[in-house]
């Protein structure tokens, strides 16, 4: 059973956006996932639809579907949408990664991409994941098809190209494990403080956060702060784009397992609603029952919110405690 208040109207109520990534099949198929999804989020991002390789399965064809129907439920129920994402290594059609196009040739496909699913989606998408994961680890740029045949500046061609097709949606930069201070964070905070400087319509940084409980499970509290701090003081905003928290390796009872993953939760919660900065906490899916972790990582386990008979879990119940203010604790520092 569920009880009020819901997140979406605690999180309303304190200006934040709660979000989740939405899978096309179990929401057209699933009636539990469609009412949880409207009732507890004020904000979706489609998990799939909306990447190269399923928007275009051919140079001259868009395949708009499904992104469409994902649009249209966002504007049913009153959702903001982020859409994801405009330019990745990953989810690829072949056509593009096997072409051999030449540098010309990439930067009028890019452009064109751009141009079609920003412009189509003008006034409907409210945030872009313009560019994700074009940073390694150590810093340096991936090795992707756009990066080999354009060159660095397809990043900031991106962003300019989003722009220009929706002057009003905000343009993100999206990663993982860049939370923290580390090297990856650290050339992603230059990264986008030169596109700031040049006059790159830039307007945030995306933490994905596929965390884990447990030690080094993330980059920790303090380190996010100073983080959030500086690309803050660049005028950016910081979203959680893509969270949950893996349970998997621990060996202890699922029921403390299940705290540990709340306490995070609530925790990160706090964190978010404590930086003027932070203005969205999306998490990638809600319910156990469609998670991507087990794909990923090869095991069974239960990073979300809900569990897999839309029951909510303790994490949830972390949420709702601390969008409701429930603790005052910060961890600025
Ligand atoms: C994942 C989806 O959840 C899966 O369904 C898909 O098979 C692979 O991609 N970082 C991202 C997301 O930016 O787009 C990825 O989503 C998860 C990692």
Redesign the pocket.
């Known amino acids: 059973m569920h009880e009020e208040p819901t997140l979406r109207a605690l999180a309303d109520r304190r200006g934040i956006g709660i979000g989740a990534?939405v899978?096309y099949g179990p929401l057209v198929g699933e009636p539990e996932y469609a009412r949880t999804l409207a009732r507890e989020f004020n904000m979706l991002t489609p998990?799939?639809v909306m990447?190269m390789g399923p928007l275009r399965p051919a140079r001259d064809r868009f395949d708009f579907d499904q992104a469409d129907a994902l649009v249209r439920f966002a504007q049913e129920h009153g959702m903001r949408v982020r859409g994801?994402?405009l330019v990745?290594h990953?989810?690829q059609p072949a056509w593009l990664t096997q072409g051999n196009f030449s540098r010309d040739e990439m930067l009028a496909i890019l452009k064109e991409h751009i141009q079609t699913v920003v412009g189509r989606y003008r006034g409907q998408v409210y945030a872009w994941?313009v560019v994700?994961?074009a940073v390694n680890d150590d810093g340096t740029l991936r090795d992707t098809v756009w990066l080999r045949t354009i060159g660095p500046e397809y990043i900031e061609l991106a962003f300019r190209w989003a722009h220009e097709a929706d002057p009003a949606a905000l343009l993100f930069y999206?990663d993982?494990n860049n939370e923290g201070m580390g090297a990856k964070a650290n050339a992603i905070y230059r990264l986008v403080r030169d596109l700031k400087a040049k006059g790159v319509p830039i307007h945030g940084v995306g933490w994905?956060m596929?965390i884990r409980i447990g030690p080094g499970g993330y980059a920790g509290l303090e380190a996010m702060a100073q983080n959030l701090e500086r690309l803050a003081a660049l005028g950016l905003q910081v979203q959680i784009t893509?969270l949950d928290v893996q349970v998997q390796k621990s060996q202890a009872p699922m029921a403390e397992r299940l705290e540990q993953q709340a306490t995070l939760y609530g925790d990160l919660m706090r964190f978010c609603l404590a930086h003027q900065a932070c203005t969205a906490f999306v998490l990638?899916?809600f319910t156990d029952k469609h998670t991507?972790i087990p794909?990923?990582t090869k095991h069974e386990d239960w990073p979300l919110i809900f569990d897999r008979e839309y029951r909510p879990k303790p994490a949830y119940y972390a949420l709702r405690e601390a969008l409701a203010g429930g603790h005052t604790t910060t961890h600025r520092r």
């Open positions: 990534a899978a998990e799939n990447k994801h994402t990745w990953n989810q994941d994700n994961e999206n993982y994905q596929h893509e990638w899916g991507w794909g990923f």
